[in-house]
């Protein structure tokens, strides 16, 4: 099984910033990409940005510019810096690894999520 332990999401006046981590443990061959998502209840779950095995990223029209993801190989992290937020950005962001746990096996895993709030 693999753990997803996410932390950063608070309420934060628009412009400002957060910064979202997220580590995963447990049984873990290799982490092939690692993404973060946002949620708003009753609404479908929707990118935000990934980042591939060899850093090769994507990110929602929406936040480009304004956010990046990173990670930290050696920790097995993912981490999404958030600027100039706004209040449309306000959601529950939820952490995804898609992970090798043995030789031909690969799974996906979803963090619990945390909130961010952005007031106007």
């Known amino acids: 099984q693999v753990q997803l332990v996410e932390s950063g999401g608070d309420l934060v006046q628009a412009g400002g910033s957060l910064t979202l981590s997220c580590k995963a443990s447990g049984t873990i061959l290799s982490i092939n990409a690692m993404g973060w998502y946002r949620q708003d209840p009753g609404k479908q779950r929707t990118l935000v940005a990934t980042?591939?095995?060899?850093?090769?990223?994507n990110y929602a029209d929406s936040v480009k510019g304004r956010f990046t993801i990173s990670r930290d190989n050696a920790k097995n992290t993912v981490t999404l810096q958030m600027n100039s937020l706004k209040p449309e950005d306000t959601a529950v962001y939820l952490c995804y690894v898609h992970v090798l746990i043995a030789v031909g096996r690969n799974n996906g895993y979803w963090g619990q999520g945390t909130q961010v709030t952005v007031s106007s």
């Open positions: 980042i591939t095995s060899r850093g090769t990223t």
